[in-house]
C-alpha cells in the first residue's frame, strides 16, 4: 500500500502531538513512563533529521515539552526533599530546645 509524502507527513505529525497529549494529561506521573519514552530516542530523532520543516517543528516541540516536564518533575521531587529535611531539621532543633528548657 503507498502512502502518499503528504499523507505521512499528517500521520507523523499527529503521532508526535499525541505523545504531547499524553504529557499533558498527565502520563509523567506514571511510574515507568519515561523509561517507556526513552524507546521512542530514535524515532524522535529521526524526525528531528526530517526534510519536511513542519515535522521537525512538532519533533522539536515534543522533544521539548517531554524534557521539561521530566525536569520539572524532578526538580519537584528535589525541592519536596528538600523541605522534608528542613522540616525535620526544625523539629529536631525544637525537640532539643525543649528537652534543654524542661530539663
Known amino acids: 500500500m503507498y502512502v502518499s509524502e503528504g499523507i505521512y507527513?499528517?500521520?507523523h505529525i499527529l503521532q508526535l502531538?499525541?505523545?504531547r497529549s499524553l504529557l499533558v494529561a498527565g502520563a509523567a506521573q506514571y511510574d515507568?513512563?519515561?523509561?517507556h519514552l526513552r524507546l521512542l530516542d530514535g524515532a524522535?530523532?529521526?524526525s528531528?533529521?526530517?526534510l519536511r520543516s513542519q515535522v521537525v517543528r512538532e519533533a522539536c516541540i515534543t522533544v521539548a515539552q517531554d524534557?521539561?516536564?521530566g525536569?520539572?518533575?524532578t526538580m519537584t521531587d528535589r525541592v519536596k526533599s528538600a523541605s522534608e529535611a528542613?522540616?525535620?531539621k526544625k523539629r529536631l532543633k525544637e525537640s532539643v530546645l525543649l528537652g534543654d528548657i524542661c530539663s
Not at 32 to 35: D, E, I
Open 9 to 11: 507527513t499528517k500521520l
Open 17 to 19: 502531538k499525541k505523545v
Open 32 to 35: 515507568g513512563f519515561f523509561q
Open 44 to 46: 524522535f530523532k529521526l
Open 48 to 50: 528531528a533529521k526530517d
Open 67 to 69: 524534557y521539561l516536564v
Open 71 to 73: 525536569l520539572l518533575f
Open 86 to 88: 528542613v522540616e525535620k
